[in-house]
C-alpha cells in the first residue's frame, strides 16, 4: 500500500487508513485500571504495526522498536515490550475488532476501491478458509482447543476461520473480520471449523446486508449443511470437492458423462 494515493483520494492512502484504524482503536474499553503506563490504543497500534510490517515474531519485532519510526507511520506515543504487549492485548475480546474493520471496507467503497474486486453479475469472491495461528504442549489458557494424544499428552491450539474479499486479477486482498475457533464458555467439547463458518456467514451478512458475494471454499465445505448455510444467507458459491471425500457425487458425474 502506497503512502501517497491518487489525487482525489487521499483518505485511500496508507496514512490515511492507518489513522481510521488508530481511531478505532481509541473506541475500545481499556480493561486495565485508569492512569496505565502505556496507552490501549498504543498496544494495539503496536499488535498491527508488527503485521504491517510483517515482523517474523514478537521478538523480531521488539528489537525494532527502537528506531523510531513507528511514531511517525503509525502514531505510537510509546510501544511495549512483547511480554508487556501480551499482558495488555490478551483479555481484549476479538469481537471488539469487527467495527474497525467494517470502517475501513467503507472507506474502501465511499473511494470506488471495491470496484476492481467485482467478478461476475456484480458480485464479490469471498474466500473462507480455517487456519491455526498458535500450538503448544506447555502454554494454554481457558480458551485453547486441545486434543488429547495417544501417550497422554495434550496440544493446546488456537486457530480461526479467515476470510477476504479476492480477485483473480486483482493482487491485493481485503480482510474481513475472521472468526475464532477457540473453547466456547459454558463448553467441554472443541469448537471446530464447521461452527465458525456458520457464525462467520451469519456475521459477514449482518455486516455487509447489501453486498454479493460468491463464496469459495475447499472440499471441506462441500457438504449439505454447510451449502444450506450459504442458501440461508442468499450468497452463491463456489466449493471445491474431491472423488476420496464425495463418491456418491463423482459416481453420478461419471455416469452424466456416459
Same mark, same amino acid.
Given at each position: 500500500?502506497?503512502?501517497?494515493?491518487?489525487?482525489?483520494?487521499?483518505?485511500?492512502s496508507?496514512?490515511?487508513? %492507518?489513522?481510521?484504524v488508530?481511531? !478505532?482503536f481509541?473506541?475500545?474499553?481499556?480493561?486495565?485500571?485508569a492512569?496505565?503506563?502505556?496507552?490501549l490504543?498504543?498496544a494495539l497500534?503496536?499488535?498491527?504495526?508488527?503485521?504491517? *510490517?510483517?515482523?517474523?515474531?514478537?521478538?523480531?519485532?521488539?528489537?525494532?522498536?527502537?528506531? @523510531?519510526?513507528?511514531?511517525?507511520?503509525?502514531?505510537? &506515543?510509546?510501544?511495549?515490550?512483547?511480554?508487556?504487549?501480551?499482558?495488555i492485548?490478551?483479555?481484549?475480546?476479538?469481537?471488539?475488532l469487527?467495527?474497525? %474493520?467494517?470502517?475501513?471496507?467503507?472507506?474502501?467503497?465511499? @473511494?470506488h476501491a *471495491? &470496484?476492481?474486486?467485482? %467478478?461476475?453479475?456484480?458480485?464479490?469472491?469471498? &474466500?473462507?478458509?480455517?487456519?491455526?495461528y %498458535?500450538?503448544s504442549?506447555?502454554?494454554?489458557?481457558?480458551?485453547?482447543?486441545?486434543?488429547v494424544?495417544?501417550? @497422554?499428552?495434550?496440544?493446546?491450539?488456537?486457530?480461526?476461520?479467515? &476470510?477476504?474479499?479476492?480477485?483473480p486479477?486483482?493482487?491485493?486482498?481485503?480482510?474481513?473480520?475472521?472468526?475464532?475457533?477457540?473453547?466456547?464458555?459454558?463448553?467441554?467439547?472443541?469448537?471446530c471449523?464447521?461452527?465458525?463458518?456458520?457464525?462467520?456467514?451469519?456475521k459477514?451478512?449482518?455486516?455487509?446486508?447489501?453486498?454479493?458475494?460468491i463464496?469459495?471454499?475447499?472440499?471441506?465445505?462441500?457438504?449439505?449443511?454447510?451449502?444450506?448455510?450459504?442458501?440461508?444467507?442468499?450468497?452463491?458459491?463456489?466449493?471445491?470437492?474431491?472423488? @476420496?471425500?464425495h463418491?456418491?457425487l463423482?459416481?453420478? !458425474?461419471?455416469?452424466?458423462?456416459?
Open positions: 500500500m502506497a503512502n501517497v494515493a491518487p489525487k482525489g483520494r487521499k483518505y485511500l496508507a496514512d490515511a487508513l %492507518f489513522r481510521l488508530h481511531a !478505532g481509541d473506541h475500545i474499553p481499556d480493561h486495565r485500571p492512569q496505565a503506563d502505556i496507552a490504543t498504543d497500534m503496536s499488535a498491527f504495526a508488527m503485521f504491517s *510490517l510483517k515482523s517474523p515474531s514478537l521478538l523480531a519485532f521488539d528489537k525494532e522498536r527502537v528506531e @523510531g519510526n513507528l511514531a511517525t507511520l503509525y502514531g505510537i &506515543a510509546r510501544v511495549p515490550c512483547d511480554t508487556h504487549m501480551r499482558a492485548l490478551d483479555p481484549i475480546a476479538p469481537e471488539a469487527r467495527p474497525i %474493520f467494517k470502517s475501513v471496507l467503507s472507506q474502501l467503497q465511499r @473511494g *471495491l &470496484a476492481p474486486m467485482r %467478478f461476475l453479475d456484480d458480485s464479490y469472491l469471498l &474466500a473462507l478458509d480455517g487456519t491455526g %498458535f500450538s504442549q506447555a502454554i494454554h489458557c481457558a480458551s485453547c482447543l486441545h486434543q494424544h495417544r501417550n @497422554g499428552t495434550i496440544t493446546y491450539a488456537h486457530q480461526m476461520f479467515g &476470510a477476504a474479499l479476492i480477485h486479477d486483482v493482487r491485493a486482498v481485503i480482510p474481513l473480520m475472521p472468526e475464532p475457533i477457540v473453547q466456547q464458555d459454558g463448553t467441554q467439547k472443541n469448537d471449523e464447521r461452527n465458525a463458518a456458520k457464525r462467520l456467514v451469519a459477514v451478512r449482518h455486516d455487509y446486508p447489501h453486498l454479493k458475494f463464496v469459495t471454499e475447499d472440499s471441506l465445505s462441500s457438504n449439505a449443511p454447510h451449502i444450506e448455510t450459504l442458501h440461508d444467507h442468499q450468497m452463491s458459491y463456489i466449493l471445491g470437492v474431491k472423488e @476420496g471425500d463418491a456418491w463423482f459416481k453420478h !458425474g461419471a455416469a452424466a458423462d456416459q
